[in-house]
């Protein structure tokens, strides 16, 4: 597979999760493991561009796949624009579900790139947070939509 644009090729045993391999085996930690029965979404990342909950998946059926971590967000020193909306619209606290967060939202805004709040806490409900009350998170992701309509 493609991790974060570089190919990876590691013997694992059948059993082994994604969010494993990509923690481990590529040594990727941004990917956490939260509650290993996909409740929370800190695992989440981008398998061919769309988002899947690590924990739930096995590194084998990623096989062949472009899996994006946090860490293969940003463009060199460039954030990504979700990335800079959660820093300046203070869409995170203590940052354990920030990376899953970031990467559902990147997802959600491919699928609707001009959505409402309605639309954002749809997008988002499967990912969790337990410290900022999801105001400044759905904050973040609208002003990221903003700002990527007015790249274009």
Request: with cysteine; hydrophobic share 35%.
């Amino acid at each position: 597979m493609s991790v974060n644009g570089t190919a990876q090729d590691h013997d694992v045993e059948a059993r082994t999760l994604l969010v494993q391999y990509l923690r481990e085996s590529c040594g990727l930690t941004g990917t956490k493991i939260g509650c290993d029965t996909s409740s929370c979404g800190a695992c989440t990342v981008l398998l061919d561009g769309e988002s899947v909950k690590s924990c739930t998946m096995l590194a084998a059926q990623a096989d062949g796949a472009a899996v994006t971590t946090i860490e293969g967000l940003a463009q060199g020193e460039q954030w990504h624009p979700v990335q800079t909306a959660f820093h300046e619209n203070h869409g995170l606290q203590c940052g354990y579900c920030t990376a899953g967060m970031v990467l559902a939202a990147v997802s959600l805004l491919d699928e609707i790139p001009n959505p409402t709040e309605r639309d954002v806490r749809l997008g988002l409900e499967g990912n969790l947070c337990r410290c900022t009350g999801y105001h400044n998170i759905v904050k973040s992701v609208l002003a990221a939509a903003e700002t990527m309509r007015a790249a274009k």
